[in-house]
């Protein structure tokens, strides 16, 4: 990669999401802090740094139940997708609330304690063998890691430094936050007085977040077994699997062994997939080491060009070459083993994407 | 009490360590294993708060990539 790193990318689409993040984030803020004590019971008070710790804490756990339906709810629905492209940003402001959620509840209930603010944190409640009056503080300051660990890491460079593995591990951790956040305010807040708004956000959030993962979990099964089924049809059929749309690159191609003297090349190339005799009508060179330029491979022995969507070399040359049917199922590409005659088109198989 | 500070103690520390990880990371690690960040300074400030939380994880990779080169992502 040839791109240098930038602070933060911003374009025009970027900075209408953050835009909006923040107005509705001030917006929710001012509208518990300002508007909400007008509704509260007269007869238990709340006071202005609990209220706001409140606001920023079911703020941030509002936030965060958001970010964990955008995954799903995009993969159900494409009109989502846009809330997808810069859900890190989302993530980074979740992180941010959730500290000054915390910040706020240590300012307030150990700012005058005569040990480290920290430690009275941890020390203050020690009765973990119970669920009423459990700790709960415990898995706050797990979620508020998490999130920090997570919002600390979502710069590009992490990507690319840590590995696609590793760095989607590290943040599939956002469903141990969310736990953890669960039973944070479980424990927590709805252990008090009761606020049937809270009670019923708090079970709503959990309904969605649980459904949407079971919905999009039960469609992607059911069309992994439509694609398993159209797999096992085409094979019937003579097929035969030929890799998957990862293992090529742009622009190159995978060669596929159908017996001692033929084998074919797959080439990937402009979105798209096409397949040809790997044997060049010249001298039989290997034309899956050639690269493609335009639409067309070039044989790395003599420079004989073919046109890959019908193995014609471009007028005013009259050379020919077998092409073969292909058919992407999911991401496996399956290839009919019986070659077309020299020169006859095939549809390349359009995969939607240019990598 | 004495668990809690025991605990905030190896917090201070590890983030101690961290940070010293974070300024060798910064100045001689980060050039040798990521290519793309080679004359880019801006943007590394913003490494450190990450650098500190996961050290471990920063030199586990530093080591491999020196080792193994593209070879590791």
């Not at chain 1, 005799?277 to 420079?303: D, F, M, R, S």
């Not at chain 2, 940070?19 to 960040?37: N, Y």
């Amino acid at each position: 990669m040839s791109v240098q790193y930038m602070p933060v990318i911003w374009n025009r689409n970027k900075i209408v999401y953050d835009a909006v993040l923040l107005i509705a984030v001030a917006l929710y803020l001012y509208v518990y802090i300002r508007v909400g004590p007008a509704f509260e019971d007269v007869t238990r008070p709340i006071d202005g740094a609990i209220l706001r710790m409140r606001a920023f804490g079911s703020c941030a756990f509002l936030m965060l139940t958001v970010i964990l339906c955008i995954g799903p709810l995009a993969r159900l629905d494409r009109r989502f997708l846009p809330l997808l492209y810069n859900r890190r940003h989302f993530g980074v402001m979740t992180a941010v609330i959730a500290a000054v959620h915390a910040n706020y509840v240590l300012g307030w209930y150990f700012n005058f304690s005569p040990t480290d603010q920290y430690v009275a944190l941890l020390s203050s409640n020690t009765n973990y063998g119970q669920i009423l009056g459990f700790p709960f503080e415990a898995f706050g300051i797990a979620a508020l890691l998490i999130l920090l660990v997570l919002a600390a890491t979502s710069h590009d460079f992490w990507l690319s430094f840590l590995g696609a593995p590793i760095w989607k591990a590290l943040h599939m951790f956002i469903y141990a936050a969310y736990a953890c956040v669960v039973l944070h305010v479980a424990l927590g807040a709805l252990q008090g007085p009761g606020d049937p708004i809270f009670t019923a956000l708090v079970a709503a959030s959990v309904v969605l977040v649980s459904g949407l993962h079971f919905v999009t979990g039960r469609m992607e099964a059911k069309r992994d077994r439509g694609e398993q089924t159209a797999q096992a049809s085409l094979q019937e059929q003579g097929w035969v699997i030929a890799g998957d749309l990862d293992e090529i690159d742009d622009t190159c191609a995978k060669v596929v062994t159908l017996s001692d003297d033929e084998r074919v090349a797959i080439f990937k190339y402009d979105g798209k997939l096409s397949a040809i005799t790997n044997a060049c009508a010249h001298q039989n060179g290997p034309l899956g080491e050639g690269k493609v330029l335009w639409g067309c491979i070039t044989c790395p022995w003599h420079g004989y060009q073919y046109n890959l969507a019908d193995g014609r070399a471009p007028a005013p040359f009259t050379e020919k070459i077998s092409t073969y049917r292909l058919k992407l199922v999911g991401s496996t590409i399956l290839l009919d083993p019986n070659a077309l005659p020299p020169g006859t088109h095939v549809n390349p198989i359009e995969f939607g994407g240019d990598s | 009490m004495q668990t809690a500070s025991i605990l905030i103690e190896i917090g201070r520390y590890y983030l101690m360590a961290g940070g010293v990880v974070a300024v060798l990371f910064l100045a001689i690690g980060i050039d040798r294993v990521e290519p793309s960040s080679r004359g880019s300074y801006v943007f590394r400030p913003l490494l450190v708060p990450g650098i500190c939380l996961i050290w471990p994880l920063v030199l586990y990779r530093w080591i491999r990539l020196e080792k193994h080169g593209e070879d590791a992502r």
